[in-house]
């Protein structure tokens, strides 16, 4: 059309008029030659039901049967008076329609498409096309599912479509797919579905989860769009095939995480990426929770406080910074973590496409052995990799379990922190399970290249030397710890005089008996040191601040809040008159720096909780 006169809308557009009792009815609406035409469709939705932004109904397995079908039919309507409105606007600049004469033109078009509906509920178009395309739609226009989600759904519906194409007879309804066709496609998958443009075989993990992702998508797909009934659905299962890989996922060791954390990067995306990915390996938290920490983060009197909701789970995680590296890198960003992408799947990809090589370039090195099941081998294959290839964006959840496991957490306590909380899923994280050779390395790394904990004596430089990490021109790789001199001292006695580490086994050379009954008259040494050590200095509240102490730690293994310890331990101090000027040095008392090596040998797994606890008490 050259007359500038003649214009019209690029795409026409829907919107509800005034609700009723009946549902609120909808409106077509566009701008022709510079007059307005608003049209009725002749059907009516529940506003609950509208979608403004997409303009369509919303179809979710949670509204009935009836409502669902009246949300399909309204679908197709607006699709009918989508098509029509584009025919209109093409057969305008074809045939050079004049523009006193377009709105009647529109009309007739209009008039032409509700003739053949006869105002009528309508077939849904999605019946009229093939069981994979529908899939597909389905998963197109879920909200609710991210992208990276999506990617992976995409993948699987294409191994459905490529057995369904290859199987007779055809599949065409939902109601003709059952358990056994999914047992028939892992079959099929496993002699015949190889990566596209001769990339090879796929891992038997893989064809399980397609077998997985398309079994859930059947159920969900079928229910919303009211092809079968929510029984129905659930009947249709899949069975895995047999797997003989190992499950041989990496957790990185703390003195790698503290590689990767006094790592300079060489651009500032691939510090980001690493101070995020360092974060997971502190916090615990998956890639789309930590790059949120910053919106739900707050200090409670010296506490670093997170409430977490999570993006997976939607549930509610209350957790504590336990590792000084983690409150390091919030205080590095003004506690405000890197912004990596738009949203998840981009902070993901990044981190996927960039930590290998950042890993690689901050000194982690060393081999793995992988074992991987290919589809249409009887045996495994057994290959070796560099340590740094198995680095992903989730060996920073497993780092986190692993960590804390070897400091002999239990999986139930580690879980309010990952918020897991079935056992069992947290020990599948764990990598030192069975593993007495990271006991061993962990045992043998110094205890200031291991990551600390928050207000540890070694953040404090405490009896301990200041960390090669913190000398400059030293590099990326630690230099190896120049221990002190203890002729004929036990390891567990290097530090800050006797103590017992939490060790699977004796030191070499020593007999498992004598060990142990070293270790238990050790344990009975510092009990008496702890309790009669300067008592003097300890006013009149010596013997019952142990107990106070035994007190938070009980509270503490059985997982209480913080700020429900702080209120209950007040009432202890109250009922059983306990001096807290033993900690104030202005009363002569005796400070944190003197009772806190024997805090952290009778209570190895609290003692940062119980110092934090104290400090609240005291304030």
Request: hydrophobic share 35%; glycine share 6%; with cysteine.
């Amino acid at each position: 059309m050259k007359d500038k006169d003649a214009t019209i809308s690029k795409s026409c557009r829907f919107f509800l008029g005034d609700a009723s009792v009946t549902g609120a009815p909808i409106y077509f609406f566009c701008r022709v030659n510079g007059v307005q035409i608003k049209r009725s469709l002749g059907v009516r939705i529940e506003t609950r039901c509208w979608d403004p932004y997409s303009q369509q109904a919303i179809i979710k397995k949670s509204y009935n049967e009836k409502t669902r079908t009246n949300n399909l039919m309204i679908n197709s309507v607006i699709g009918d008076y989508k098509d029509a409105y584009k025919s209109f606007c093409t057969y305008v600049e074809t045939e050079k329609v004049k523009p006193e004469k377009l709105v009647s033109t529109l009309s007739k078009f209009l008039y032409l498409m509700e003739s053949k509906q006869c105002r009528k509920p309508v077939k849904p178009v999605e019946d009229q096309l093939d069981l994979i395309t529908r899939i597909k739609r389905y998963v197109r226009d879920r909200k609710d599912i991210s992208f990276s989600t999506k990617v992976n759904y995409g993948r699987a519906i294409k191994a459905f479509g490529a057995f369904l194409d290859a199987r007779k007879p055809k599949i065409t309804s939902f109601s003709q797919i059952d358990t056994e066709l999914f047992i028939e496609m892992g079959r099929w998958m496993l002699n015949n579905y190889t990566r596209h443009n001769g990339g090879g075989l796929y891992q038997v993990a893989t064809l399980n989860d397609f077998l997985k992702f398309n079994c859930s998508l059947v159920r969900a797909a079928a229910v919303d769009l009211g092809e079968l009934k929510y029984e129905e659905a659930q009947r249709i299962s899949y069975i895995s095939l047999k797997n003989k890989a190992s499950d041989d996922d990496i957790a990185l060791t703390d003195e790698e995480v503290m590689m990767l954390y006094h790592h300079k990067c060489d651009n500032e995306d691939d510090e980001l990426i690493k101070d995020v990915f360092v974060l997971e390996c502190v916090t615990g938290q998956r890639i789309s929770d930590t790059v949120k920490l910053d919106d739900c983060i707050e200090q409670v009197n010296g506490v670093y406080i997170v409430k977490l909701l999570s993006k997976k789970t939607s549930e509610l995680i209350v957790f504590d910074l336990i590792f000084d590296v983690a409150l390091k890198i919030l205080q590095k960003y003004d506690f405000t973590v890197p912004s990596l992408g738009k949203d998840d799947h981009a902070t993901k990809d990044k981190i996927n496409h960039n930590i290998k090589q950042i890993a690689r370039d901050a000194g982690i090195s060393g081999q793995e052995l992988k074992v991987y099941h290919y589809a249409g081998h009887d045996k495994p294959t057994t290959v070796k990799v560099d340590r740094w290839k198995c680095v992903t964006s989730h060996t920073g959840r497993r780092t986190f379990v692993t960590a804390l496991a070897l400091r002999g957490w239990t999986y139930e306590k580690i879980g309010k922190y990952t918020g897991q909380r079935n056992p069992k899923t947290v020990m599948h994280y764990d990598k030192s399970k069975g593993n007495p050779a990271m006991m061993a390395q962990f045992n043998a790394t110094d205890p200031q290249f291991r990551l600390q904990m928050i207000g540890s004596a070694v953040n404090m430089n405490h009896g301990y030397m200041v960390s090669p990490y913190s000398q400059p021109g030293l590099g990326t790789i630690p230099p190896q710890p120049v221990m002190p001199p203890h002729p004929q001292v036990l390891p567990f006695q290097q530090f800050y005089g006797p103590q017992v580490a939490p060790m699977a086994c004796p030191p070499n050379g020593v007999p498992q008996t004598t060990w142990k009954q070293q270790a238990i008259e050790v344990k009975a040494v510092e009990a008496q040191v702890v309790d009669d050590t300067k008592l003097e200095q300890l006013n009149s509240g010596g013997k019952g601040m142990i107990d106070l102490i035994r007190f938070v730690d009980e509270k503490l293994n059985n997982f209480m809040n913080p700020m429900s310890i702080v209120s209950e331990a007040k009432s202890f101090i109250a009922t059983n008159t306990i001096d807290m000027s033993w900690c104030s040095p202005t009363q002569g008392g005796m400070t944190f720096d003197f009772y806190r090596p024997k805090l952290q040998r009778l209570f190895p797994e609290n003692s940062a909780e119980i110092e934090q606890i104290l400090t609240m008490l005291i304030a």
